[in-house]
Nanobody, 123 residues
Framework: QVQLVESGGGLVQAGGSLRLSCAAS????????LAWFRQAPGKHREFVAG????????NYVDSVKGRFTISRDNAKNTVYLQMNSLKPEDTAVYYC????????????????WGQGTQVTVSS
């Protein structure tokens, strides 16, 4: 069974940085895609960034391009989301998700989810 455990959320002032981690276990992830989603109160879950484990293809939602960076550590089976120049509108619960195959932006395409980690950006 795939397990995803996020860490690294917290409270930060606008303009600050945080790094989220997603430790994945239970599978060989070479044929999987891992992605970060976020959900703010009253809003639907939104794709933030994703990476195909096999070839490293990366994609971002437009609102975080140039500020967020997704990366992976093959040896640790861990995916990171480095978040710089944070804005109050980045405030949300951030989730790590995994699916077999290539990344999709639709949350319904993902089979495995972490428990989420809260990111709060104060103005």
């Amino acid at each position: 069974q795939v397990q995803l455990v996020e860490s690294g959320g917290g409270l930060v002032q606008a303009g600050g940085s945080l790094r989220l981690s997603c430790a994945a276990s239970g599978r060989t992830f070479s044929s999987y895609a891992l992605a970060w989603f976020r959900q703010a109160p009253g809003k639907h879950r939104e794709f933030v960034a994703g990476i195909n484990w096999s070839d490293g293809t990366i994609n971002y939602v437009d609102s975080v391009k140039g500020r967020f960076t997704i990366s992976r550590d093959n040896a640790k089976n861990t995916v990171y989301l480095q978040m710089n120049s944070l804005k109050p509108e980045d405030t949300a619960v951030y989730y790590c998700a995994a699916r077999y195959g290539t990344m999709w932006r639709a949350s319904s395409a993902y089979d495995y989810w972490g428990q989420g980690t809260q990111v709060t950006v104060s103005s």
